[in-house]
């Protein structure tokens, strides 16, 4: 009766939702209903406010992306319903919470326009006022909608971490000593909580944004407090585990992060590091299947693209660091390796394979890890006890996950490899497992075997010579067949929780018998299994002729390394001599600034002296009876003589300090033309040069233009000084002319080495052209053996197709014999038919003799 009663309730209320929606649709036929209503929600009657949001909700509800796009095209929608927040009646505030739900799924630009319309602010606000963790629906309904906001939003991210309210997050999880009474809600506001600090650190975002979420959590304290959380007692099993998943992404790639969560104690009596904590409960069958599956995914966050805490685990394992007094995670993850339990075997393997993941230097140091597996007998590697127990036929799960750790263990590690074929059986092994026809469950454990095989021959140095490259290629091909081999290989692949662990990094299974792949694993089959194939098919002819073209190429590779290097060091030269020039344009325009200054002071004596000849003038003319009129003129002329040579004095000086700065132009650019010798040719450079030159040549032409004025100016002075009524002191200008003698002598000199230099630029420029020619010639030889090796790929491929035909051509004309009935020998029959008859024809030779 009462399922009847279930079945009669569940119709009708389906009914009503049908019927719902289609009114929906008759309403908003017409879009300015919808615009009507939004206008009605502005009226601060209770009465019309509040059924104007409930009838809002339900048509979002029934038609949501119909309604979101009417009020996403309406003036103010979003704004009138952002209005609904700051209401003080807090049913229609808890409605209008329940109304923007409903209106932000899954509506991007909708999300946009509620963040920037300050909801973030709102929310947070009603979330501290209604207590944080401990508040009830309310705090539910706010942080559903702070997901809605915040999921798949880049935007919205990286406003909410640019607003700084990913720091008003930390008081969510100040949870306290009293962890008696977990009420249902608080439960659940803390774990929608923590998946709003896992939206702003997930996988899926952007390396960036996710980056500097996590230098913000840190920061800011809310990392501490999430390990706090880690370490407490008391703590419900489904948030703690959430805790664990939330703290994984946090510290995820964030080197920061994870350096901190190593330091994390737990509060036990001796103090242990949290991640020993996590690993005991990882390995430990008596804990929750979810619980140990959030203690794996935290330690291969805290391992990912952190090659610091690879070496820590690593060294856990090593005999020099091993302490009997305590527990260590190396311990632990051999303990977990080789139990009983499956699922423990899988978790530790896979631990193990994160910590050698990417990180050569630490696959060669865990080949030193030697166990004890039992009194009286002598310790054995760490590899060949995962090799024995894979021989022993444990359970699929345990195999898988110690295939998953030996393929991550001697991947790109050639020393890895022969350790592992040093083992005489491990090859026997493995031909074995592909060659079997077994059922479905032990496919994906002949694919694995395949797939380690395989690695031994992409990764083999040709070190031992039982087995070779070419020697593990005839085995297969001889024992398992190469297309039988590949298909084997092919099973991981197509394997139906593949695709399933490659999606995301953490591990999502819904049962144990699931837990077989690991994402990180996943990303080195799908690099391998292709590379695998080829070198499986390929010759040692092909190889050879490969590794010749790979010589080749690298030999081309240095070259142009090498060119490289030295067009690096002539980019430095260059930029080294721009600011040279652009020095020394500095230096000529100071240097034109003083020569206008002393030509300004060279007219200004001009025109002292022409008063001064104009007061000569008129003092001739007086009669001379006026001698004590012509004493006075005569001394104030003398007066006016010494100032003027005082005024050649200090144009004097003024001109050796010129003769001092063009002889440091010439050594600058002596230097700069040096330089360019060793660099390579620069059009623009050599153009600044030509016009820095240029502008040293009008300087000189002013500066004889210059001598020559005051070389005037000299004679117009001596003409004065060999008047008989004044007063003559001609000694300091003749010492004068005889300096100026010697500043011509040096600008000819410094025009001759300017000439000089010039040449040896031409030259230079000469030689650069020669070297550019050789690089080019260099490049076409690169290019054309590129293309001879392309051609000869090309042809080989046409040969395997020649050949392909030719087989099939045989194969064919084979069944057409025996169609007809004519007896046709195998080629290995044929062969031994002619090893026979050469027999029989060397002993009929012996016995002619």
Not at 129 to 135: C, H, I, L, N, V
Not at 692 to 717: D, R
């Amino acid at each position: 009766f009462l399922s009847c009663c279930c079945v009669i309730e569940e119709g009708s209320q389906k009914q009503a939702d049908d019927l719902g929606a289609q009114f929906t649709d008759i309403f908003i036929k017409e879009p300015e209903n919808v615009t009507l209503i939004l206008t009605l929600l502005e009226e601060f009657d209770f009465h019309v406010r509040w059924p104007g949001v409930k009838l809002l909700t339900a048509l979002l509800k029934n038609q949501s992306s119909q309604v979101q796009g009417i009020i996403l095209v309406s003036p103010m929608g979003v704004s009138r319903l952002m209005d609904l927040l700051a209401d003080s009646r807090e049913v229609i505030r808890n409605d209008g919470l329940l109304l923007l739900q409903q209106l932000t799924k899954g509506n991007a630009a909708i999300q946009k326009i509620v963040a920037f319309e300050n909801a973030f602010e709102r929310l947070l606000d009603i979330i501290a006022e209604e207590g944080t963790s401990d508040g009830g629906i309310v705090v539910e309904d706010c942080l559903l909608l702070l997901l809605n906001l915040l999921k798949n939003n880049s935007s919205n991210q990286n406003f909410f971490k640019e607003g700084s309210y990913i720091q008003r997050m930390k008081p969510w999880f100040e949870v306290g000593d009293d962890n008696s009474g977990w009420s249902a809600q608080k439960v659940t506001n803390l774990h929608l909580m923590l998946q709003l600090v896992r939206v702003m650190v997930s996988p899926v975002n952007s390396p960036g944004a996710t980056s500097s979420c996590q230098r913000c959590m840190h920061q800011c304290g809310l990392l501490q407090q999430l390990c706090s959380i880690l370490m407490a007692t008391g703590v419900p099993a489904d948030i703690l585990t959430e805790t664990i998943n939330t703290v994984s992404e946090v510290i995820r790639g964030c080197q920061a992060n994870q350096d901190y969560f190593s330091s994390v104690n737990a509060p036990s009596n001796p103090p242990r590091p949290a991640i020993v904590v996590l690993l005991m409960s990882m390995v430990n069958e008596r804990q929750p299947f979810v619980l140990r599956c959030a203690v794996l995914y935290c330690f291969q966050c805290f391992l990912y693209r952190n090659q610091k805490g690879q070496a820590e685990i690593v060294a856990t394992l090593l005999p020099s660091t091993i302490d009997a007094n305590s527990i260590s995670a190396g311990q632990l993850l051999c303990g977990g390796l080789f139990s009983a339990d499956s699922l423990s075997n899988w978790c530790a393997a896979v631990a193990l394979a994160h910590a050698l993941q990417d990180n050569l230097i630490q696959k060669e140091q865990l080949l030193r890890v030697q166990l004890a597996t039992s009194l009286g007998n002598p310790p054995v590697s760490l590899l060949q006890q995962c090799t024995n127990i894979l021989s022993q036929g444990s359970k699929v799960q345990t195999r898988v996950g110690l295939l998953i750790l030996l393929c991550t263990w001697i991947s790109s590690c050639p020393i890895a490899v022969t350790h592992f074929l040093h083992n005489q059986d491990n090859v026997p092994f493995l031909t074995g497992q592909i060659s079997e026809n077994l059922g479905e469950d032990e496919r994906l454990v002949q694919g694995l075997c395949a797939l380690l095989l395989g690695i031994c021959i992409y990764h083999n140095d040709n070190s031992l010579e039982n087995y070779t490259k070419e020697k593990l290629k005839q085995l297969i091909e001889k024992r398992i067949g190469k297309e039988n081999f590949v298909e084997k290989l092919g099973f991981i692949s197509k394997h139906e929780l593949y695709s399933r662990a490659a999606q995301k990094p953490q591990p999502a299974f819904s049962s144990v018998e699931q837990m077989l792949f690991d994402h990180e694993f996943t990303k080195l089959v799908k690099e391998l299994e292709g590379l695998i194939t080829k070198a499986v098919h390929k010759s040692s002819e092909e190889e050879k002729k490969e590794e010749e073209v790979k010589k080749t190429l690298e030999q081309h590779d240095s070259i142009v390394t090498q060119y490289k290097e030295l067009i690096r060091e002539q980019d430095a030269q260059i930029n080294e001599l721009k600011d040279q020039v652009s020095s020394m344009a500095s230096q000529n325009e100071q240097m034109q600034v003083t020569i206008a200054q002393q030509l300004l002071q060279i007219q200004q004596q001009k025109d002292q002296y022409n008063i001064l000849k104009l007061k000569l003038g008129s003092d001739s003319q007086q009669p001379s009876n006026q001698s004590e009129e012509a004493q006075i003129n005569s001394l104030q002329l003398k007066e006016e003589v010494e100032e003027l040579q005082q005024q050649c004095s200090q144009l004097q000086s003024q001109l050796t300090e010129r003769d001092t700065l063009i002889a440091g132009l010439k050594l600058e650019r002596i230097q700069a033309i040096e330089a360019v010798a060793e660099g390579p040719e620069n059009p623009e450079l050599l153009k600044e040069l030509e016009s820095l030159k240029s502008k040293v040549e009008s300087q000189t032409a002013e500066i004889g233009q210059l001598q020559a004025e005051k070389a005037e100016l000299l004679k117009k002075v001596e003409s004065v000084a060999s008047d008989p009524a004044l007063p003559a002191d001609v000694g300091q200008i003749n010492e004068q002319e005889k300096r100026l003698t010697v500043q011509n002598a040096e600008v000819e000199k410094f025009k001759e080495e300017m000439k000089s230099l010039s040449e040896s630029r031409t030259s230079l420029e000469q030689q650069l052209a020669t070297a550019n020619s050789t690089v080019a010639i260099l490049q076409t030889e690169k290019n054309r053996l590129l293309q001879e090796v392309i051609e000869s790929k090309k042809e080989q491929d046409d040969l395997l197709m020649l050949l392909a035909d030719q087989d099939q051509k045989i194969l064919t004309l084979k069944n057409k014999l025996k169609d007809l009935g004519e007896p046709i020998e195998d080629e290995d029959e044929l062969d031994s038919k002619d090893q026979f008859d050469d027999e029989e024809e060397e002993e009929y030779e012996d016995d002619n003799e």
